[in-house]
């Protein structure tokens, strides 16, 4: 990855609405933009809530399961890494918990983004600074398919 900007967006998306989104933050504004994929994409089954023993539920209720991602990438060059997810059981996926301890965020303004439809965001991100209480989580928000306030939100 060649660093463009001071700014990465870092993004977990699995149904597609959080990759749009992420996509056009960073195209829109110049930054540079990472997905976080899972070695094992999620399928539909895999994402049913509503069902106790899908992939989703289960990794959720463990609070220690990472899952494994293709990739780590290098954060060493940003000062400011927005990570985008959708709400899964009013939080972060576990998956963002897996790029959290993959990469070196000491140091760095985290901002996270959410994509869901009627989760707030204030619960995933004192979840995250509770695990990761040495780093520096800014207040997050919520992007659907406007993201006219994201740099005034990302750089303010």
């Known amino acids: 990855m060649i660093i463009i900007s001071n700014v990465l967006v870092a993004y977990f998306s699995a149904s597609g609405v959080t990759k749009n989104v992420a996509e056009k933050i960073a195209n829109e504004n110049g930054y540079d933009v990472f997905e976080i994929v899972p070695e094992e994409f999620y399928t539909v089954a895999d994402l049913d809530y509503t069902n106790k023993d899908s992939r989703s539920t289960i990794e959720m209720n463990d609070k220690s399961f990472r899952p494994p991602i293709v990739e780590n990438c290098d954060v060493s060059g940003y000062d400011t890494v927005v990570i985008g997810f959708p709400v899964w059981w009013y939080t972060a996926p576990a998956i ?9 965020l000491s140091g760095k303004t985290i901002k996270a983004f959410y994509t869901s439809g009627c989760s707030g965001i204030d619960k995933c991100v004192s979840d995250l600074q509770a695990t990761y209480s040495g780093l520096d989580f800014a207040k997050g928000t919520r992007f659907t398919g406007d993201v006219s306030k994201a740099k005034d939100w990302i750089e303010g």
């Open 96 to 104: 963002i918990n897996t790029f959290i301890e993959s990469v070196d």
